[in-house]
C-alpha cells in the first residue's frame, strides 16, 4: 500500500531523511519511534506534500502510484491522511463548511456527485461519537481557541468523516492527557480494518499501549536503525534512545 | 525669465461661467456654488506634494473632471436590486431619471425626493442646512460637486418617522468622458430612522463625485451603506460629511471593488453625548485598481464611541490607501474610540498603506488603533489542502474567512448577501453556503 525506498530529503538545504526503507501494507499498522530531531514528522510532512521538504532521492509509492509527483490536495484525494502534530487555527471557517468543502473535494476527484445534506449530517454525528466531539465545536472556526486535546480529536473526527485508505499520525499523543489519549486511541482503533493502514509516530510508548502497532522502527539519524515487533516500543521505553545516538543532534531541525 | 504657466483654474472659469449660465435657481444655491467654486480656486488641482494626495494619481483625470455630463437613458435591467420593497431613486448622469425611480408611501412630511423636483416647495428647509456640515473644507472635490451638482436625492425625516424599507439611491453614470457630481442631502430629526444604500455604477470612462450631507438629531439612527461598483475606467471621488448629535447612532458601510481610482473622503462630527458611529469598510481590489480611504472622526463631546473597522483584499498590482484620524476634543471626556486596518495582500505587487492616526486632547479616553498586513497563512493553505481541498479553492476559502466579518456586520440582509455573492464570484467560489 505504501512503499518508501531509499527516500533522502532536505528541510532548508540540511540533511534529514537518509535513506529511508519501509514498506506498510493494507491492514497493517506501523508505529515509528525516535528521539527528538530523528527525523519523524520530517516523514510525516514528505508523505503529505508539504512545501519546504526537499526530496533528493528515493521514491515513495502508493498503491504502486508515484507520490512524490502529486500534489498536496492529489494525495489527500487519493486517499492519504496526516493528522498533523499542530492543526492550525483557522479563523472564519467553520468547522462544519470546512469538513464538507474536504468531503465534496473527494468526491469530485473521484467523479462523484456532491455529498447529499441529510447523508452528510448523518455521517457526522455518527462520527462525532466516535472521538465524543460536542457538537458545539461543528460551528467554531476549526481548531480557533481549541485546547491541545479538542484539536487532536478533531484531527481524529476529520478522519474518521473523511475515511482514507491510509493515515499518517504525527505525535497524535503529544500534549494530551489519559484520558483525551484514550478517547483519541479509541477513535484511531474503530478505523482499523483490512484494508486501511496506519503509520503512527510517536515519541514515546504510552500511545502504544492503546493503539497496538504491529511493526515497531526505530528512526534515528534520518534512517531505520531498528525494526522489530510491538516488543520492541516497551524496550524503548525501558532503555531510552541512548543506544542509538551515535551522532546525537545531527538530524535535528531548527524551528 | 520664466514662461508663466497659464492658470491651473482657466478652463474651470469657463465652464463654471457656462454651467451658471444656465442653471435657474433660488440665489441661495447660486451664492454656494460661487462660494465653493472660489474654494475650489484656492485650493487649487491636488498634487501628490500634498499629503492627502500622496498617493492618488490624478493625473488622467483632470481633464475629465470639466466635461459636463450628456443626457442618457438607461434600461431598468441595468440597475442593482435589492430584491425586496425599497424607496428608489435613480440618477442617471445626475439626473433624477423618474421613469426609474419610485417612492412608496412614507409617513406624514416625510420625504424622499429629487433635489430639483423638491426645491420650489421645500427651499425654507434646504436653505438653512444645505452645505452647512462642517467638514472636507480642503477637499477640491467637494468644492467641485458643491459648484458643479445638478440634482441628487433629498431625504427629510420628521420627529420619530422610522422607513423601515430601505431608501434605494443608485448613481449611474453612462461614461463617453465625463464627470458627474450627485448629490445627498439626508436629515433626520428626533429619533427618526432610516436605512440608505447608496449605489455607484456606471458603464466606460467617467467620474462620478458624489457628496452625501448626513444630519442626526437627538436620538436618530442611520444605517447608510455605499456600494462602489463603477465601471473598470472609472474614478471615483466620493465625499460624506456626517454631524450627530446627542445619542444618535450611525453606521456606515463602504464597500468598494470597482473603478480605476476610487477614492472616498469621510469627515464625521460626533457633535453631541453619546453618540456612536460605526465605520465598516471592505475593499477589493484587482489589476491596477487603487482603493483609497481618508476618515476623520471628530469627538467634540463626551461618552461617544466611534468605531472604524477597514479591510482590504488585493490582487494584481493593486493598491489600498487607509488614512485614518481619530481626534478628540479636549472636552470629549470618557471618549471610546477604536480604528483597525487588516490588509491582505494575494500578490506580491499588491501594496497597502496605512496611516493610522490618534490625536486626543481629553484626559480620560479610551483609544486604540491597529494595523497589519499580510499575505496568506502558508501552514492554514497547506492544512486545507491536505483535507483535499485544491489550492485555488483553499486560497478562497481563506480570503473569505479574512472578508466575511466585515460583511457580517451589514444588518440589511439583501444587500450583505448580494456583496457576500460578489465576493464569491471575485474568489471564484461556487457556493458559500453553510459559512
Known amino acids: 500500500m505504501l512503499e518508501i525506498r531509499n527516500l533522502y530529503a532536505t528541510v532548508e538545504g540540511r540533511e534529514i531523511l537518509n535513506g529511508i526503507n519501509l514498506i506498510i501494507r493494507p491492514g497493517e499498522t506501523h508505529a515509528i519511534m525516535g528521539p527528538n530531531g530523528s527525523g519523524k514528522s520530517t516523514l510525516a510532512n514528505v508523505i503529505a506534500g508539504r512545501d519546504g521538504y526537499v526530496v533528493t532521492d528515493g521514491e515513495i509509492r502508493f498503491d504502486g502510484k508515484n507520490l512524490l509527483e502529486m500534489d498536496p490536495e492529489t494525495r489527500a484525494c487519493e486517499g492519504l491522511f496526516l493528522a498533523f502534530q499542530y492543526p492550525v487555527e483557522i479563523p472564519g471557517v467553520a468547522n462544519l463548511y470546512f469538513l464538507k468543502a474536504a468531503v465534496n473535494a473527494v468526491r469530485k476527484y473521484r467523479g462523484e456527485t456532491s455529498v447529499d445534506a441529510m447523508d452528510f449530517w448523518d455521517l457526522v454525528h455518527e462520527r462525532m461519537e466516535l472521538v465524543k466531539m460536542d457538537e458545539s465545536m461543528l460551528k467554531r472556526s476549526v481548531n480557533e481557541g481549541f485546547s491541545g486535546g479538542e484539536k487532536k480529536r478533531n484531527e481524529v473526527f476529520q478522519m474518521a468523516v473523511l475515511q482514507p485508505r491510509f493515515a499518517v499520525m504525527d505525535e497524535t499523543d503529544s500534549g494530551l492527557d489519559i484520558d483525551a489519549l484514550k478517547v483519541v486511541a479509541d477513535g484511531v482503533n474503530a478505523l482499523r480494518s483490512p484494508e486501511r493502514g496506519f503509520l503512527v509516530i510517536t515519541h514515546y510508548q504510552r500511545l502504544l499501549d492503546y493503539i497496538v502497532p504491529d511493526h515497531v522502527h526505530v528512526l534515528v539519524n534520518g534512517r531505520i536503525a531498528r525494526s522489530g515487533g510491538k516488543e520492541l516500543a516497551v524496550e524503548l521505553e525501558r532503555e531510552g534512545y541512548a543506544l542509538y545516538n551515535e551522532e546525537p543532534g545531527r538530524a535535528r531541525r531548527a524551528v | ?435
Open chain 2, 1 to 435: 525669465m520664466t514662461a508663466i504657466a497659464p492658470l491651473l483654474s482657466d478652463p474651470y472659469h469657463q465652464s463654471f461661467a457656462a454651467f451658471m449660465a444656465e442653471r435657474r435657481e433660488p440665489e441661495f444655491i447660486s451664492r454656494l456654488r460661487q462660494a465653493a467654486f472660489a474654494r475650489f480656486e484656492t485650493l487649487g488641482w491636488p498634487t501628490r506634494r500634498q499629503e492627502a494626495w500622496r498617493f492618488t494619481d490624478l493625473s488622467d483625470l483632470q481633464a475629465l473632471t470639466l466635461q459636463r455630463p450628456s443626457t442618457a437613458l438607461i434600461d431598468a435591467a441595468a440597475l442593482p436590486s435589492l430584491e425586496i420593497p425599497t424607496h428608489r431613486l435613480v440618477f442617471v448622469n445626475g439626473r433624477l431619471a423618474p421613469g426609474l425611480s419610485q417612492v412608496r408611501e412614507l409617513p406624514e412630511r416625510a420625504m424622499i425626493a429629487g433635489f430639483s423636483q423638491a426645491l420650489p416647495d421645500h427651499s425654507a428647509l434646504i436653505e438653512p442646512v444645505l452645505d452647512s456640515l462642517p467638514g472636507l473644507q480642503s477637499h477640491p472635490f467637494a468644492a467641485l460637486n458643491t459648484a458643479f451638482w445638478e440634482d441628487g436625492a433629498l431625504i427629510y425625516l420628521p420627529r420619530n418617522a422610522v422607513i423601515e424599507e430601505p431608501i434605494h439611491l443608485v448613481f449611474y453614470a453612462t461614461g463617453g468622458d465625463m464627470a458627474v457630481y450627485p448629490r445627498l442631502f439626508l436629515m433626520l430629526e428626533q429619533e427618526a430612522q432610516a436605512t440608505v444604500v447608496v449605489e455607484c455604477r456606471g458603464q466606460g470612462s467617467y467620474c462620478n463625485a458624489p457628496l452625501a450631507e448626513l444630519q442626526l438629531s437627538h436620538g436618530a439612527t442611520l444605517h447608510y451603506h455605499q456600494v462602489q461598483e463603477e465601471s473598470p475606467q472609472a474614478f471615483h471621488l466620493s465625499g460624506i460629511r456626517v454631524r450627530q448629535s446627542r445619542a444618535s447612532q450611525t453606521q456606515l458601510h463602504l464597500f468598494s471593488s470597482g473603478g480605476q481610482l476610487a477614492r472616498t473622503d469621510l469627515e464625521v462630527l460626533l457633535d453631541g453625548e453619546q453618540a456612536e458611529c460605526l465605520v465598516n469598510g471592505l475593499t477589493l481590489g484587482q489589476e491596477n485598481q487603487t482603493g483609497d480611504y481618508h476618515l476623520r472622526i471628530e469627538h467634540a463631546q463626551p461618552h461617544g464611541t466611534s468605531e472604524q473597522v477597514f479591510k482590504s483584499v488585493l490582487e494584481g498590482k493593486s493598491r489600498s490607501v487607509f488614512d485614518g484620524m481619530i481626534h478628540v476634543r479636549k472636552h470629549a471626556q470618557k471618549t471610546d474610540a477604536r480604528q483597525t486596518n487588516r490588509n491582505l495582500l494575494l500578490s506580491r505587487h499588491a501594496q497597502a498603506h496605512a496611516n493610522p492616526r490618534l490625536e486626543i486632547l481629553a484626559d480620560d479616553v479610551k483609544c486604540g488603533h491597529g494595523s497589519s498586513t499580510g499575505f496568506l497563512d502558508p501552514d492554514a493553505e497547506f492544512y486545507l489542502r491536505a483535507r483535499g481541498i485544491p489550492l485555488a479553492q483553499a486560497r478562497a476559502l481563506l480570503v473569505h474567512a479574512f472578508a466575511k466579518d466585515s460583511l457580517t456586520r451589514i444588518a440589511l440582509t439583501p444587500l450583505r448577501e448580494r456583496l457576500d455573492r460578489v465576493l464569491a464570484t471575485r474568489l471564484a467560489l461556487d457556493s458559500l453556503e453553510g459559512n
